[in-house]
T-cell receptor, first 119, second 115 residues
């Protein structure tokens, strides 16, 4: 499967627990983005990462949320001490490394998402 | 003013008709524009990207971009019931640093194609 992979697809956590979401980008892609879709709301950007580097986390809540993309292995979005308001679909997208001449051409491909339910 | 605006719909068209979906954006410096289709309970699927003024056609889909009017649209010809989904307009806004790569999405237009 050459597509973006995410796991788990469904995650149920009780309030106060930690949620850990994983994303493996499409083969050949080196950029990973996390988005959140709250019920009946649009997709909102959270964080953009490259290997071992957070490029932009302007959409990430300041507390309880963190993300990483290590040299080896998938990107991980971690939510500590989850609350009911964290219940949402979390999508990961990836895009390829581009040459300077490709500036502006940033097609992103989405994974199937992780649906987090906090009880 | 929202950064990316779409008519939320719902939009209903009969099978075989042309469905027209519209999107406006606030930042004149935006360079990259995308249409995604999202079926209920599924993830967004990229269907069109457009970067230059004018039309871009791919099968039954045509994307139209007018940077002067800050307007991008998607036409679906010969609409089929399987086209029933939410269509998301996404724009790569320049961002404060001028090099932002994340996409800003509209709220989506729900399309129903009636058999």
């Amino acid at each position: 499967n050459a597509g973006v992979m995410q796991n788990p697809r469904h995650l149920v956590r009780r309030r106060g627990q930690e949620a850990r979401l994983r994303c493996s980008p499409m083969k050949g892609h080196s950029h990973v983005y996390w988005y959140r879709q709250l019920p009946e709301e649009g997709l909102k950007f959270m964080v953009y990462l490259q290997k071992e580097n957070i490029i932009d986390e302007s959409g990430m809540p300041k507390e309880r949320f963190s993300a990483e993309f290590p040299k080896e292995g998938p990107s991980i979005l971690r939510i500590q001490q989850v609350v009911r308001g964290d219940s949402a679909a979390y999508f990961c997208a990836s895009s390829p490394r581009l040459q300077p001449r490709d500036r502006g051409y940033y097609e992103q491909y989405f994974g199937p998402g992780t649906r987090l339910t906090v009880t | 003013q929202k950064e990316v605006e779409q008519n939320s719909g719902p939009l209903s068209v009969p099978e075989g008709a042309i469905a027209s979906l519209n999107c406006t954006y606030s930042d004149r410096g935006s360079q990259s524009f995308f249409w995604y289709r999202q079926y209920s309970g599924k993830s967004p699927e990229l269907i069109m990207s457009i970067y230059s003024n004018g039309d871009k056609e791919d099968g039954r889909f045509t994307a139209q971009l007018n940077k002067a009017s800050q307007y991008v649209s998607l036409l679906i010809r010969d609409s089929q019931p399987s086209d029933s989904a939410t269509y998301l307009c996404a724009v790569r806004l320049p961002g404060s640093s001028g090099s932002a790569r994340q996409l800003t999405f509209g709220s989506g237009t729900q399309l129903t194609v009636l058999p």
